[in-house]
């Protein structure tokens, strides 16, 4: 409905045209009792109930030191906590159960005693129990989650390729060994011959295949599925004793003791003979039969599978390659299985990283970064230094948001969600004579923020000022009522930018911008309908930028009145940015086609007009006399301007310029 300054609706008659959608609507002539409430009808998670959970339902390789954690029930003064490892049990489970492991307890967490147990499904319920004045049990959903199991098995797609000395067919070529071709949800291979591996009927050498993986790996265990054509109990092509070898160059091989495989009978499906490899390390494995079951020149597998142990960092925070990252994050990993300190790497290159975290025991750290750029990190855990973790990248965001202005509602003060702009932003409503500024819109049953004219996101916001009797119209923030913060110095902050919509009905007036009460005039048209950049050096301000107390935007001038809004106040790393011609030639800043569309749409908004023919020198030849200036002697010859890279023409475009300046070379 809107709101005006008070917060109160003067009439609740005529409301106007409302656009929106309504799903259900309900008025009873009597308060529910809280017992009537869940029989309302219902289209989204009840809200009597716990939710949010943490680990999400049905997750899969969770920690096995997990605290399980929920978000209350609107009506919970206590919750009653299940957890077990069978879901009827669990979800059938009463007060009177053994699986109620935390009877009434306020806390919206439970960390199970000890540790879970690797690969087991777990099941948890919470039932929300409400305040005696609203006596009443909710029966919480049954969820589940699943630990990590004790070690992981590679995968053809990631880790492995298979290589072998001879092959009797292509069809039975080396990777049907790790495709998982012929596997069944029991983990049983069928007897389906094209699922496997033969050796050639007429190979010289003895039978062997080899498995290179994509890095080192702390190997646990492997498991040999053997080969099992229909009737293998009579062909006997299975490897029967074996030779196992392993190698972190894939030159030099380090022998095993020979095994012995059982044999499959090709008549069902099979499962596989697990050998213990008791965390070697190794890039290359190496089977070689040292015999079959029935003495032929061939030989077979079905399927193998080497299960390693998760010793490297993992899951990063940032994920890998994300993208605007804020530059106060901290980074977080999963530690590697049994790692007790780590290591923390990052730097601006993959190849040039420096050691940033020596030796530290959490799996979090917080590093010095910038904005606009992009790194790249490592995590080294110290107990398994050989085996390095993966380089992960992330950028930073290009700026830093001071107030985009999407989050102001008019949702009344004092009710739950209210975010009214004129509480966080002060204006003059209440003392004109002394401040002729109004933020947000004030007319009855109207939304005091803009949606129709905005720079980004949804959202802007308008200033009205009238400075007939005040001479000024401002209005102020504490950055510390922002997610901003007083810090106006870190990750290499050097430049305020906000974006300013004029109205042609505007009557004059001077946009300044304050910091801590030190005023910066602004150029900026405020008859002018289209967005323009307002970028000011911070550096310019006398101020402690380390402790900015106060962001003032205001427009000064006796008698000057209007409206104009404001949006998308940012920090940036430098002055060049992606929507300005750069007034310097620092060579930081690239205008692309897109950046140069803007720029020009803007320009043929102003009332700006020079011409260049270059047939006397750089005189302005459309009237206005913008003559350019030629510095580091551009070459004019026969109506033809040369520019070297080095050399430009200063075009002085006077008090309408959008810019700071412009200059004609070095694009």
Wanted: charged share 20%; glycine share 8%; hydrophobic share 35%.
């Amino acid at each position: 409905l809107g709101s005006v300054r008070n917060n109160t609706l003067e009439s609740m008659g005529e409301l106007g045209d409302l656009e929106g959608q309504i799903d259900m609507f309900a008025i009873w002539n009597r308060a529910l009792d809280i017992s009537e409430m869940p029989q309302i009808p219902d289209f989204s998670p009840a809200i009597e109930l716990a939710s949010s959970l943490n680990p999400s339902d049905e997750s899969t390789f969770v920690e096995r030191d997990v605290t399980l954690s929920w978000s209350p029930g609107i009506y919970a003064a206590t919750h009653n906590v299940y957890f077990g490892t069978n879901f009827d049990d669990v979800n059938q489970a009463d007060t009177d159960s053994n699986l109620l492991v935390s009877p009434g307890q306020t806390g919206t967490s439970y960390d199970p005693p000890g540790l879970l147990d690797w690969g087991q499904s777990y099941y948890w319920r919470i039932d929300e129990v409400n305040a005696p004045t609203n006596p009443g049990v909710y029966k919480g959903k049954t969820w589940s989650f699943t630990v990590e199991p004790y070690a992981y098995a590679m995968n053809l797609d990631e880790h492995i390729t298979a290589v072998t000395a001879s092959s009797f067919d292509p069809k039975y070529e080396p990777n049907n060994t790790v495709n998982s071709s012929g596997l069944n949800s029991d983990d049983l291979h069928d007897v389906n011959e094209f699922n496997m591996w033969l050796s050639a009927k007429d190979a010289t050498e003895p039978a062997w295949i080899q498995y290179e993986f994509d890095r080192p790996y702390k190997l646990h265990e492997l498991l040999v599925w053997n080969y099992n054509r229909f009737r293998e109990d009579r062909l006997g092509f299975g490897f029967n004793e074996t030779l196992i070898e392993y190698s972190t160059n894939g030159t030099d091989f380090t022998a095993l003791d020979p095994v012995i495989l059982e044999p499959a009978t090709g008549k069902e499906p099979t499962g596989p003979t697990t050998v213990a490899l008791n965390g070697l390390v190794a890039t290359h494995v190496r089977l070689t039969a040292v015999s079959n079951f029935m003495g032929r020149n061939q030989y077979g597998l079905s399927e193998v599978r080497f299960l390693y142990l998760p010793v490297r960092a993992r899951e990063p925070e940032p994920t890998d390659d994300a993208e605007d990252v804020l530059p106060d994050t901290t980074l977080r990993w999963r530690a590697g299985r049994d790692a007790g300190t780590h290591d923390v790497l990052i730097g601006t290159a993959m190849d040039d990283m420096t050691l940033v975290g020596d030796d530290i025991t959490e799996t979090s750290f917080v590093p010095e970064l910038v904005l606009g750029q992009r790194y790249y990190w490592q995590v080294l855990e110290t107990d398994v230094a050989e085996l390095a973790g993966d380089i992960w990248s992330f950028s930073t965001q290009d700026f830093l948001v001071v107030d985009d202005f999407e989050s102001y509602n008019d949702i009344s003060e004092g009710e739950e969600g209210s975010d009214l702009v004129y509480l966080t932003w002060k204006d003059g409503f209440d003392n004109p004579s002394a401040n002729g500024s109004t933020i947000g819109y004030v007319e009855l049953y109207q939304p005091s923020m803009e949606s129709d004219i905005v720079h980004g996101g949804n959202l802007s916001v308008p200033l009205m000022y009238d400075n007939s009797t005040a001479g000024l119209s401002e209005v102020t923030v504490n950055p510390t009522e922002l997610s901003i913060g007083r810090d106006w110095t870190r990750a290499n902050i050097k430049a305020l930018t906000l974006y300013v919509y004029g109205s042609e009905d505007n009557l004059g007036g001077q946009l300044y911008v304050k910091l801590n009460n030190d005023r910066r005039d602004q150029n900026a048209e405020l008859t002018g309908e289209y967005w323009q950049e307002v970028n000011i050096d911070l550096a310019s301000f006398n101020v402690d930028l380390q402790n900015v107390t106060s962001l003032t935007i205001g427009i000064s001038g006796t008698g000057s009145s209007g409206l104009v809004l404001i949006d998308d106040i940012r920090l940036y790393p430098s002055r060049c940015i992606p929507e300005k011609v750069p007034g310097d030639l620092t060579g930081d800043c690239i205008v692309d086609s897109d950046d140069l569309a803007v720029i020009a749409e803007n320009w043929l908004k102003r009332p700006l007009s020079v011409e260049y023919t270059f047939d006397s020198g750089f005189s302005d030849t459309s009237g206005n006399s913008r003559h350019g200036v030629g510095q580091n002697n551009p070459t004019l010859t026969n109506g033809i301007l040369t520019l070297n890279g080095t050399n430009f023409v200063d075009i002085p475009l006077g008090s309408d310029n959008p810019f700071d300046g412009s200059k004609i070379g070095r694009a």
